[in-house]
């Protein structure tokens, strides 16, 4: 009886821990082998996402115009997101797409921007924090 208990309660900590695992990466996968591969997926994709940041940072670090001319950055809260207003002396070739994959990689969507790159660099976006979706098999 005592064994059969004990079993149980290994059981349901086990499928507990796998609903954990499952709501943490969005997996909706039923079986016990699924959710562990998607389990697996979200960590590579983890791992593959803080590679990008490595390299942008490297890139940014390594790029003379962003270490000769530094950026001026400002972040306002407003009713329905965040205005960020990004400023440089001067255009360097590639600030654009690096300061999207960074908003990208905060899990920030912009709803509206404006870019000057006529002598100096000018970014006003608004953006909004993303959530992602929790499946919840009971609601």
Known sequence: MKNKVSRESKRDAT???LQMLRSITNS???S?????LDATKYIEELKQRIERIKQH????????????YPLQLSVEAQDKGFLIKV???R????LLVFILE???????????ARVSCSGCFHLEAVGVKVR????????
């Open 15 to 17: 499928y507990q821990k």
């Open 32 to 36: 016990k082998t699924s959710i562990i």
């Open 28 to 30: 909706h996968a039923q």
């Open 102 to 112: 960074a908003f990208e990689e905060l899990g920030l969507d912009v709803l509206q």
């Open 57 to 68: 940072i490297d890139m940014a670090q390594n790029s003379s115009c962003l270490n000769s």
């Open 87 to 89: 400023l440089s002396e």
């Open 132 to 139: 992602k979706q929790i499946y919840h098999p009971y609601k």
């Open 91 to 94: 255009c360097c070739r590639g």
